[in-house]
């Protein structure tokens, strides 16, 4: 079974960057998409970014052009660089994955994703 630990989570000023990552404590080998969620207080879980076992990215509207997600498969883990943070950026974000092939529309629903880490918090001060 798969467990995945997000690491990287801290207090930044607004405009500072973060880097959040998250291991998978099996072959990621056999994950195929991988996402990035986050939780602000009182709001619905929202999908961030997805990434599939070939690298190909997608991103929310709302992080797109400042968040970069990779994955390496040597090391079992996935990355997010965060830049250009901002205070609507505070939550606790979550890494998650799958061993399905996700199409587009299935990629921004949490019930898609099998595996989930405990979350990590990210804190932008303005």
């Known amino acids: 079974q798969v467990q995945l630990v997000e690491s990287g989570g801290g207090l930044v000023q607004a405009g500072g960057t973060l880097r959040l990552s998250c291991a998978a404590s099996?072959?990621?080998?056999?994950?195929?998409?991988m996402a990035w969620y986050r939780q602000a207080p009182g709001k619905q879980r929202e999908w961030v970014a997805a990434i599939t076992s070939g690298g190909v990215t997608n991103y929310a509207n709302s992080v797109k052009g400042r968040f970069v997600m990779s994955r390496d498969n040597a090391e079992n883990t996935v990355s997010l660089q965060m830049t250009r943070l901002q205070p609507e950026d505070t939550a606790v974000y979550y890494c998650a994955a799958t061993s399905s092939r996700l199409i587009l529309s299935t990629l921004r629903v949490p019930g898609s994703y099998d595996v989930w880490g405990e979350g990590t918090q990210v804190t932008v001060s303005a």
């Open positions: 099996g072959s990621i080998f056999v994950l195929n998409t």
